[in-house]
Nanobody, 114 residues
Framework: LQLQASGGGEVQPGGSLRLSCAAS????????MSWFRQAPGEKPEWVSS????????IYADSVKGRFTTSRDNAKNTLYLQMDSLKPGDTAVYYC????????RGQGTQVTVSS
């Protein structure tokens, strides 16, 4: 099982980023996938999940209406479109298989700062 998130960076408040997560080593289309984030000194926070076939995801209240998750099963890739970013969104973002934080691989740093 390998999960590698990418696409992070530093943006100003109100900006946007699109994260990607490349999956390998398992049947990607057979699993619900999730995004988590972890800020320094904080516990991991669940951000969103999406079902095996894609469609509408579910979101934490803190990101609802600003973030959109999607997937491309043909490319074994999960996405997170993040709009209207706030300083409180600053964290390392991870993708996981189902909602298992222990399955995370390499995360990607998102920093929202003016």
């Amino acid at each position: 099982l390998q999960l590698q998130a990418s696409g992070g960076g530093e943006v100003q408040p109100g900006g946007s980023l699109r994260l990607s997560c490349a999956a390998s080593g398992f049947a990607f289309s057979d699993y619900t996938m999730s995004w988590f984030r972890q800020a320094p000194g904080e516990k991991p926070e669940w951000v969103s999940s999406i079902g095996r076939a894609g469609g509408t995801g579910i979101y934490a209240d803190s990101v609802k209406g600003r973030f959109t998750t999607s997937r491309d099963n043909a490319k074994n890739t999960l996405y997170l479109q993040m709009d209207s970013l706030k300083p409180g969104d600053t964290a390392v973002y991870y993708c996981t298989r189902q909602s298992d934080f222990g399955s995370r691989g390499q995360g990607t740093q998102v920093t929202v700062s003016s």
